[in-house]
RNA sequence: GGGCGGGUAGCUCAGGUGGCUAGAGCGACAGCCUUACAAGCUGUAGGUCACAGGUUCAAGUCCUGUCCCGCCUACCA
């Protein structure tokens, strides 16, 4: 007898697959080969961090094409790798340092950047071996991270590229300014949080005049920065002040009043404060005044000298408490009001952002954008869904200067140098050797890069670039990019703007962007809001293949995508399933071992084989399909429907019978399907289709497919030829049981009694097919004790009765049948029948249907009508003699 | 303010270009240890496809409006 437990285990058969794959090296890929190439760059997860949700299914869906295009013969590559992200990484070490009681100031730039090169040595494996446990199949040889000397080359020369060009440039302007982290920070990762504020109504006195100004504002502590206040042009109100000054309180200083089109009369008072150093608008309406710039805030959100010695040394918060309880004590507080408003916070450390002004490195990314949308419209890039394309179009087309220096230490220096002796800056790979004026001596720019810069250069730096290496012949253009839609900003636009830029080509031909996991109400699972699921976790629970199935199978194109437990549980019954069915042939095939050749062995191929192989080879085109349009959801249910509810439920069944009959062939095809089901299952459950792949007898004389090591790197299955025919017989054999064994179940005949059938067939060829097939099929799915098929037949007394189409099934149940159930049973279907006919029969009154509608149209409505029809006076007959009793 | 996605069974969702009697999983109910699987098998119940109009021979599907829910985006101080 096999060996094979009762139920999968999961963890007993995962384990050895992985290293069996990585020894054979089926995941590595040919530089330059001739299959036709197949490539996709991960989207390099956080060296320090670990696998979550996202990170799952984002790597399940790519390990899925990439599994599935290496059977399909392509020479594959999933270029793996991780990313040293900047700010999120050093975040978490401060938090580290501040536990030792320390902090990165103590430590100093190098020692800084020497503890978190040694914490992602000692880190980096863990997110690859969660990798792996998912089932990955990268090349892992070829495994990069942003900041090794390959990938920091490559930034340098897209930098200096991109500096020649004009295209990156140094500049003071205003930026978002992270108090927290002490750096500039980009419009994207500032994130608006709606929070509850106030609006405090301040009196400005005017000079030389008893008029006061009311104005509004939601921060009143900035008012010390303020250098004009505002009104319309054309607000009559304001006319007269206009040109004049106001005292600004509690600073002593006199300001203009300033008429500038941007102050909305309707909005609060109609006057606007204004500061410059401050606000976006203000800033802008400064520039147009040429208003003075005072800065009134510290970099780390304190208030400076300029706030006045009654605030130098507050925070922002404290400043704001003081200054309205001072505009109070100065009687030019008038009121506060409740006013709920978004606020801008980092998204990083949650720190609301302050607007600021300082001296910045940008990117004029605006040529790079219209070029990026243009190869899109052009179809060079395709995005799916397809909704995606609208919303990365009006991005681009608003798309601002990116600011993309960070005033941070853990990223890559910008390969600028300033000049000791004049200041010049100069942008190189290297130090320069002398400058113009000659001076040999230099120093290089403090400030690091924006992580996105260079994880924007990942598709072509991870290749070799700047070098023309073969691999970049070879993948670039990658195929497709798998990701989360909310990283289409932060990632894949600039990964395409910087492809245009640096190789003059698009990054990728798809891209493909999945939903983001949700929780049963719906929200984004994150490991913040606690309603995440922990990817490691399940695996250990239920298994990586069921989980791995339960994602693919929550991959409908929407935006979100729960993925309730019940899910999981899903993909672990069908992972057992598919394990008992193959144990099941595997159990009878040491009984019935397969021969040489299976395929002549039988000149007369039994309806049921006919039907499974038919089945299956719709099967197979059904998942292709899928596969080729990113409709993950849809190979799964394909896939689960076709091997539990036709294959199982079914054929398996079917086999059975056979078997007691000492007729194996029905079982070596079974063992053939179940073989090309392993292929055809293998993208999304790797583990469990190795282990029964390899467990199934191959080679020699049991040759199943071919002699191959691996389902890894066998091919993916090809659809043959339908069989109509034999579908539609089987579909009525199948009618024919269902209705006998709802019959039974509904009239409550015990399990063990047997029942007589009569069957009456008008049609001679049915009724033929029907004697064939029955006798043989029905004792496996219900007992029956004998079966009698004719044109016409009388009704049996007290029989029960069923109407498939024309075909009408008694079965006797003297002493057995409940005349009132068998009513209600007969008379609810009847209702149903009688709603059924009048539809058609409307439809089909009506002239326009007839005329205009397609003719299989028509014919299929007359086609169904008359079968309702003859249903229907059944039923009405039946019923008849039912209550005439 | 603009834009996008959604509202289909108790729950979570499928239903490419309109056309079989609207489906699945989970849950519920009833009955089965039928030796591959009780993580299973069999049967049953459950839907005015958000609402109102319109186009069409035909609408869950297309159009318009309304109402909810979610998201993205925007400088209303």
Redesign the pocket.
């Known amino acids: 007898m096999t060996s094979l437990p009762?139920?999968?285990?999961p963890q007993e058969i995962e384990g050895k697959w992985y290293q069996f794959w990585q020894s054979n090296d089926f995941f590595h890929a040919e530089s330059t080969s001739d299959k036709p190439s197949y490539a996709i760059v991960i989207p390099p997860p956080n060296i320090t961090g670990s696998l979550h949700i996202g990170h799952a299914l984002d790597n399940t869906l790519q390990d899925c094409l990439i599994r599935w295009r290496r059977m399909q013969g392509y020479n594959v590559l999933w270029m793996p790798g991780t990313d040293h992200a900047g700010i999120v990484t050093e975040l978490i070490m401060e938090r580290k340092l501040a536990e030792e009681g320390s902090n990165r100031n103590d430590l100093g730039r190098e020692k800084f950047i020497e503890r978190m090169w040694q914490w992602k040595e000692d880190s980096a494996g863990y997110i690859v071996s969660q990798l792996q446990k998912l089932g990955c199949s990268c090349d892992w040889e070829r495994e990069r991270f942003t900041l090794d000397e390959g990938l920091s080359e490559a930034v340098r020369t897209a930098f200096v590229k991109l500096y020649n060009q004009g295209l990156i440039y140094r500049d003071t302007y205003m930026v978002n300014w992270c108090p927290m982290c002490n750096t500039a920070v980009s419009?994207?990762e500032v994130?608006?949080i709606e929070i509850d504020g106030n609006f405090y109504h301040i009196h400005y006195p005017v000079i030389d005049s008893d008029v006061v100004l009311e104005?509004?504002?939601?921060?009143p502590e900035t008012m010390l920065g303020d250098t004009a206040v505002a009104v319309h042009p054309d607000d009559e109100r304001y006319q007269h002040l206009i040109g004049k000054k106001v005292l600004l309180p509690l600073c002593d200083r006199e300001i203009p009043i300033i008429a500038d089109e941007?102050?909305?009369?309707?909005?609060?008072?109609?006057?606007?404060?204004v500061t410059p150093a401050h606000?976006?608008?203000d800033y802008e309406i400064g520039l147009r005044h040429s208003l003075e710039q005072r800065t009134v805030f510290t970099p780390d959100g304190n208030m400076n000298e300029d706030a006045g010695d009654n605030y130098v040394g507050l925070s922002r918060w404290d400043c704001r408490q003081k200054v309205v309880e001072d505009l109070e004590k100065g009687n030019y507080l008038v009121k506060i009001v409740p006013?709920r408003?978004?606020v801008g916070h980092h998204d990083r450390c949650n720190t609301i952002v302050e607007p600021t002004i300082s001296l910045q490195w940008f990117m004029n990314v605006r040529p790079l954008a219209q070029r990026a949308i243009e190869v899109t419209k052009k179809g060079e890039v395709k995005f799916i869904p397809e909704?995606e394309t609208?919303?990365f179009f009006?991005?681009m087309e608003?798309i601002e200067p990116w600011p993309i220096s960070r005033q941070r230490w853990w990223g890559h220096r910008l390969p600028i140098w300033y000049c000791q002796d004049c200041d010049k800056v100069i942008a190189a790979m290297d130090t320069p050797e002398q400058c113009e004026c000659g001076a040999t001596e230099f120093h290089q720019e403090e400030d690091v890069l924006d992580t996105w810069f260079s994880s924007g250069l990942w598709p072509f730096s991870t290749m070799g670039w700047p070098n023309e290496t073969d691999e970049l012949n070879t993948f670039y253009p990658t195929s497709v990019l798998v990701t989360g839609w909310?990283i289409l900003?932060f990632w894949v636009a600039r990964m395409i703007m910087l492809g245009l830029g640096c190789m003059d080509e698009v990054p990728f031909r798809t891209v493909y962007l999945h939903g983001l996991v949700?929780d049963?109400?719906?929200q984004?699972m994150s490991k913040s809001k606690g309603n995440s699921i922990d990817p490691l976790e399940t695996i250990e629970t239920y298994g990586t293949d069921a989980f791995r199935f339960a994602l693919a199978n929550?991959s409908?194109?929407?935006?979100?995508?729960?993925l309730?437990e019940?899910?999981i549980?899903?993909g672990?019954?069908f992972?057992?399933?598919v394990w008992?069915?193959a144990?099941?042939i595997m159990?009878n095939l040491e009984k019935y071992p397969l021969p040489a050749n299976t395929q002549t062995i039988e000149q007369h191929v039994p309806l049921e084989v006919q039907w499974i192989q038919s089945r299956l080879s719709n099967t197979i085109k059904a998942a292709t399909d899928a596969m080729e349009n990113f409709?993950f959801?849809?190979v799964a249910?394909t896939l689960?429907?076709f091997l539990?509810?036709e294959f199982?439920?079914w054929y398996?069944?079917f086999a059975?019978q056979r078997l007691t009959k000492d007729e194996p062939y029905a079982l070596w095809v079974a063992a053939d399907v179940l073989e090309q089901m392993m292929r055809l299952l293998h993208p999304l459950m790797p583990f469990l289709t190795e282990e029964i792949w390899q467990q199934l007898p191959h080679g020699g004389n049991n040759k199943l497919a071919d002699n191959n090591t691996s389902v890894t790197i066998a091919p993916w299955p090809k659809h043959t030829t339908e069989n109509p025919t034999a579908e539609t017989t089987m579909a009525t054999v199948m009618e024919v049981i269902?209705n006998i064994?709802?019959i039974?179940?509904?009239l409550n005949v015990p399990?063990g009694a047997s029942v007589e059938v009569h069957i009456q067939a008008p049609n001679a060829e049915i009724r033929e097919r029907l004697e064939t097939y029955l006798e043989q099929y029905l004792p496996a799915f219900t007992r029956v004790d004998g079966i009698t098929i004719a044109e016409s037949l009388p009704k049996p007394p007290s029989s029960a009765e069923a109407v498939i189409?024309e075909l009408t099934i008694y079965i006797p149940l003297a002493g057995v049948i409940d005349f009132e159930v068998e009513q209600t049973r007969l008379t609810?279907r009847l209702q149903?029948?009688d709603k059924?006919v009048a539809?058609?029969e409307n439809?089909l009154k009506?002239k326009?249907?007839i005329?205009?509608?397609?003719e299989n149209?028509v014919e299929?409505?007359k086609d169904?009508h008359e079968?309702?029809l003859i249903e229907q006076k059944k039923l009405k007959r039946s019923l008849l003699m039912l209550t005439s009793t």
């Open positions: 009762k139920i999968y285990d419009n994207l994130e608006p104005i509004a504002t939601t921060r941007y102050v909305d009369t309707e909005f609060g008072t109609g006057a606007l404060k606000d976006v608008n006013h408003h978004a909704r609208n919303r009006h991005w608003n909310d900003f949700a049963e109400k719906g984004k929550a409908t194109p929407n935006p979100y995508v729960p309730p019940s899910q549980e899903s672990r019954r992972a057992n399933k008992n069915a144990r099941f159990m409709r959801y849809e249910q689960y429907a539990w509810h199982c439920d398996l069944e059975k269902d064994r709802s039974r179940g509904e399990i189409g609810k149903q029948i059924d539809a058609a439809t009506n326009n249907f005329e205009r509608a397609p149209v299929q409505k169904l079968r309702l």
